[in-house]
């Protein structure tokens, strides 16, 4: 199977920075979009910033000229780089992994897989 691992989450005061990373490990093959989600308590899942092995980025409005996405498709890790922060980026940030290719004991598969979350807080 596959298996994807955040770092880097902590806390900060308004203002500050933070750098996450994400790690992708497993027979895979392939990976078309790796990217950062979000979920503070009571709310739903949101976008944070997406970024596809061609390169194409998208960044949720609310993070836009803050946060930076960037990956390294042939180690199949993805980053986010996060400055200015605010009290309202106070979430768990969840890695996701769209159309994984690899390789499972039954052949060849495709799949999401998404990570177990790294918690940024954020304090006025």
């Known amino acids: 199977q596959v298996q994807l691992v955040e770092s880097g989450g902590g806390l900060r005061q308004t203002g500050g920075s933070l750098r996450l990373s994400c790690v992708a490990s497993?027979?895979?093959?392939?990976?078309?979009?790796m990217g950062w989600y979000r979920q503070a308590p009571g709310n739903q899942r949101e976008l944070v910033a997406t970024?596809?092995?061609?390169?194409?980025?998208n960044l949720a409005d609310s993070v836009k000229g803050r946060f930076t996405i960037s990956g390294d498709f042939p180690k199949y890790t993805v980053y986010l780089e996060m400055s200015s922060l605010r009290p309202e980026d106070t979430a768990v940030y969840l890695c996701?992994?769209?159309?994984?290719?690899?390789?499972?004991?039954?052949?060849?598969?495709?799949?999401?897989?998404w990570g177990q979350g790294t918690q940024v807080t954020v304090s006025s």
């Open positions: 996701n992994a769209e159309r994984v290719a690899f390789m499972n004991w039954s052949g060849y598969e495709e799949s999401d897989f």
């Open positions: 497993g027979a895979i093959y392939s990976i078309n979009t």
């Open positions: 970024i596809t092995a061609d390169g194409s980025i």
